[in-house]
């Protein structure tokens, strides 16, 4: 199996800098796209952003230019640097690996795993 555990967030001032990191553990064997989603109580999970295995990123366009997505190959960690934040970016963040291949009792297994959440909160 698969676990996915989050940190670095917190409460802070609208204009400020977070940094969310997600370290992926078990028997990975590689991982493709992984990705950060959050969601706000009341509203549907949306994607932040995500990157590729090569590197290549994708963000929605809420964050553009404020958020920046970078990977760890080697440690299966991803992070979000957050900065210039608002208000509206208070919302609980979701990292997620859509496909992981993982070994399992000899066997390779593929799955979608997401973390627990860490939640920003924004004061204005």
């Known amino acids: 199996q698969v676990q996915l555990v989050e940190s670095g967030g917190g409460l802070v001032q609208a204009g400020g800098s977070l940094r969310l990191s997600c370290a992926a553990s078990?028997?990975?064997?590689?991982?493709?796209?992984m990705g950060w989603y959050r969601q706000a109580p009341g509203k549907q999970r949306e994607l932040v952003a995500s990157i590729t295995s090569g590197g290549s990123t994708n963000y929605a366009d809420f964050v553009q230019g404020r958020f920046t997505i970078s990977r760890d190959n080697a440690k299966n960690t991803v992070y979000l640097q957050m900065n210039s934040l608002k208000p509206e970016d208070t919302a609980t963040y979701y990292c997620?690996?859509?496909?992981?291949?993982?070994?399992?009792?000899?066997?390779?297994?593929?799955?979608?795993?997401w973390g627990q959440g860490t939640q920003v909160t924004v004061s204005s």
């Open positions: 078990g028997s990975i064997l590689s991982a493709n796209d």
């Open positions: 997620n690996l859509p496909r992981v291949w993982y070994s399992d009792h000899s066997r390779t297994r593929v799955g979608n795993y």
